[in-house]
Every structure is written in C-alpha cells, then in structure tokens.
C-alpha cells in the first residue's frame, strides 16, 4: 500500500452510511460501474488541506432537466450496434440522475487521461487503500469491473471526444442472502468544458447524466422508492471523484514523487499506461515549476 502522504485524507466506502443504505445500495452498485459514480469508487475527504471542487449546480432528477438529457445524447454519432445498447437501457429507465456540475483548477490533460483509463484511477484506489473494486481492460474502450462485494459488470466506452463521453455498463449482484442475481444496466453521459480563470490557471468543468434500468419490476420498485437515498449517494460520489481528479492534479505540481511511487504500484494497468501517467505527471509538474520554485521533477523516485 502507498505510504500516507498529504494526498491521502481518504475514508471507506460506506463507512458514514447507515446500514439500511447500506443494505440496500446494490440498486445503484449494479447499474453504475462507470466512472465517476460508482459506490465501490474511493472516498476522497473533503477536508484534504487545499483539494477543493465548486459545487456549480445541485443534482436533480427532474423531468426538465431529463428530456434535456436526452437530447444531449450523441446517439447519432453511434453505430447501429451501440445505438441498440444505448437504447436498451433508455427504453426502460427505473432511474434518471442528473448529477452535479462541478468545476475545480485542473490541467485539462489530466482530467482527459482518466477519462481515457479508467482503470488506472481504480487501480490507484486500491494502492491506496480506499476501495476493493478492480477494473480490467479487455480491449480498448471495453473493462470488466468486480467490486469484490457480488456485485459484477462489463462497461464499454460508446463515444468518446474532449467534451462529451457516453458509457454504457450491464451489472449483476449475487448474494447468497438473494433468491436469483440482481441485473441492471446504466448510461452515463459525460460533459467536459475548459477556461482559464482572471489568474491563467485551468478550470474543469463536468457534469454528468445517469440512465439506469432494472429488468425486475420488484427492483424496479425498489430502487424508485430509495431513489431520494440513492440521488444523495450518486451526488456525494460523483464530487468526491472529483476531488481525486483534482488531487491527482495538485499532486503532479507539487508531489511528483507519490505520483511516480503510486505509478509503480499499479496492478492489473497495462505498463505502458502507467508510463502515460509518469509523462504527463513529468510535463505538468515542468510547466508548474518555474511559479512554484521547483526543479522539474526526474523519475527516481519510481520503485
């Protein structure tokens, strides 16, 4: 595990939840291994000293602010064969979150290569010590996640630009404490904007929507009933993976170091796409030096 650092103001999963969420977290668990919002992800503290994010709008799930969503959708720009996935998760939504729109200081080169690996950002989770979920990539744009809970799913990368991802994921939970596995399946619009602040500094702001089904008219229910529960949940994850984001920004500027260490404690991530990381973490912390009175970083620190 990664020594703790000033980076590590972490908790559990679930450790604040009441156990009648926790009890009943699977609704969401199943349909949204994706990034960004899922319950296995680690929980960053907000009171990590100088990691913070800007809360520009609250979640909702109003009707509104859903057929808005809809007409985000870049379903146009699928194939047949992924407009049919998408479109089975859209032809029977159980649930529908617009989460918050978050903005925080971040290179936006940082913030593009999580979108793009993932499983990198889950397998730092673990080296950390915050989170048990594992994802693995199977092909590009395509992971098997495994939350180590019974809760299991593929997720697949449907469209991808700067600005806008779409990702589709199918999920089942298994329970010796349930009579037959729970499925479900989730759509996760992500929308990215960049600016430069009065000061030059680079801001991120993101902002996603989430589609989940549940085939089973009882979970169905179940997961409508809860669905105030849940929201708050799906909230609270979608800011705290965010302040990784941000983290891992602040990180490259001034702790280079626990970046490259953490960078060799990688498992089940492709060794070139941990030297992705290493590169962009040497460049960002070269452009930063000059304001910060630092010398440009080397990788000696990797073990």
């Known amino acids: 595990m990664v020594q703790a650092t000033a980076f590590q103001g972490v908790r559990a999963p679930g450790a604040s939840r009441p156990p009648q969420v926790q009890r009943w977290t699977w609704t969401i668990r199943v349909a949204a291994l994706v990034l960004g919002v899922s319950c296995s992800a680690g929980l ?56 918050p729109k978050i903005r925080c200081e971040s290179d936006p080169r940082m913030h593009g290569y999580f979108c793009d690996h993932p499983d990198v950002a889950v397998s730092i989770w673990r080296a950390m010590g915050v989170s048990g979920l594992k994802m693995t990539k199977t092909a590009p744009g395509k992971y098997t996640c495994d939350a180590g809970d019974g809760t299991v799913g593929d997720m697949e990368v449907l469209y991808r630009t700067p600005s806008s991802s779409l990702v589709v994921c199918t999920g089942t939970f298994t329970s010796p404490l349930l009579p037959k596995p729970i499925k479900g399946a989730g759509l996760m619009h992500l929308q990215v904007t960049t600016q430069k602040d009065s000061l030059g500094n680079s801001l991120v702001t993101q902002q996603a929507d989430m589609f989940i089904s549940f085939p089973s008219q009882a979970v169905d229910f179940v997961a409508r009933t809860i669905a105030p529960v849940t929201n708050k949940i799906m909230d609270k994850n979608f800011e705290e993976v965010s302040l990784f984001l941000r983290m891992m920004d602040e990180a490259s500027q001034v702790r280079p170091d626990w970046i490259y260490e953490v960078s060799g404690q990688l498992d089940g991530v492709k060794k070139e796409d941990a030297g992705k990381l290493v590169e962009l973490t040497k460049s960002i912390h070269a452009a930063h030096a000059p304001q910060i009175g630092a010398q440009p970083a080397t990788t000696s620190a990797i073990r």
Not at 46 to 57: A, F, G, H, K, Y
């Open 44 to 99: 960053i503290a907000s009171d990590v000293p100088d990691i913070r994010v800007e809360t520009l709008n609250a979640g909702t799930s109003g009707r509104d602010e859903r057929k808005l969503a809809l007409q985000s959708l870049p379903l146009q720009r699928l194939t047949p064969e992924q407009r049919q996935k998408a479109n089975a998760v859209l032809q029977d939504v159980s649930l529908f979150r617009r989460l």
